[in-house]
């Protein structure tokens, strides 16, 4: 099984910016996604990116424009550039990999996944 390993949150204020990196096993091949969970509530897909040559990436409405993901696949790393952080951004924030998607699978649906890390934690102050 893939291990992914996140690495780069903090705490910043709101409108400031914060780059997180997801270390991989493996990564040719892989479809890989960052999700988050706040505090009582449920797992979402925040940002994806396929694993195509001209990678497709894929956004949550709620970041469009603010946050931008990339690969680079002879560093076996994948990122999330945030911008314009907001309060509501708060969460925890988990790397995910998968090889093989179900017919129709949606590349921010959770149970897509099947390798996550453990998170890294991103507070933003108002």
């Known amino acids: 099984q893939v291990q992914v390993m996140e690495s780069g949150g903090g705490s910043v204020q709101a409108g400031g910016s914060l780059r997180l990196s997801c270390a991989a096993s493996v990564m040719v091949g892989y479809t890989m996604g960052w999700f988050r969970q706040a505090p009582g509530k449920e797992r979402e897909g925040v940002a994806a990116i396929s694993s195509d040559s001209s990678p497709r990436t894929y956004y949550a409405d709620s970041v469009k424009g603010r946050f931008a993901i990339s690969r680079d696949n002879g560093k076996k790393t994948l990122y999330l550039q945030m911008n314009s952080l907001k309060p509501e951004d708060t969460a925890m924030y988990y790397c995910?990999?998968?090889?093989?998607?179900?017919?129709?699978?949606?590349?921010?649906?959770?149970?897509?996944?099947?390798?996550w890390g453990q998170g890294t934690q991103v507070t933003v102050s108002s």
């Open positions: 995910a990999s998968d090889r093989y998607f179900r017919p129709g699978g949606r590349p921010l649906d959770a149970d897509e996944y099947h390798s």
